[in-house]
């Protein structure tokens, strides 16, 4: 059974619509081994992260960079986890009011750093909220679990 880690930040009502949904695509009935966990980053720590067999990172852009609960988080797990998961894949969607770039910029800083491995495109979900976020970010669910049970990544 392989170990899909979810760490959102998801403050309101509507990123919370979308952790839901990355969740839901996560757990498609037709994704069989995949063993579910989802933490804020506040709850997150590097005993998560060294469990993990992938990662989706869910974020807010604060002030045209990540919110601050997502700094702490790597803040937190950096040393205690950069020499055991390197090359552990992971994925990002953004919760973004304007274009969500300093955001993306600051998490691939860091990830690069960590050595993980991007395996799908960040999800930049830009500019008014809108109903069809939460099927992108249901696909991104779907589409991560599926590669990881797949042994793709």
Request: include cysteine.
């Amino acid at each position: 059974m392989k170990k899909l880690l979810i760490v959102a930040h998801a403050p309101s009502p509507n990123t919370r619509a979308l952790l839901a949904a990355v969740r839901r695509g996560a757990q498609d009935p037709a994704i069989t081994s995949i063993e579910i966990r989802v933490r804020s980053p506040f709850e997150a720590g590097p005993a998560d992260i060294l469990a993990a067999d992938g990662l989706i990172l869910g974020i807010t852009e604060n002030l045209a960079y990540m919110a601050g609960a997502v700094k702490d988080f790597f803040d937190r797990i950096y040393y205690p986890t950069i020499s055991e998961k390197q090359g552990m894949p992971y994925a990002l969607y953004i919760r973004a009011g304007s274009d969500g770039t300093g955001a993306m910029k600051g998490v691939e800083r860091i990830v690069t750093g960590l050595r993980w491995r991007p395996v799908q495109k960040p999800l930049v979900l830009r500019g008014s909220y809108d109903k069809a976020f939460e099927l992108d970010c249901e696909k991104l669910g779907l589409a991560f679990a599926a590669g990881l049970e797949a042994g793709v990544f």
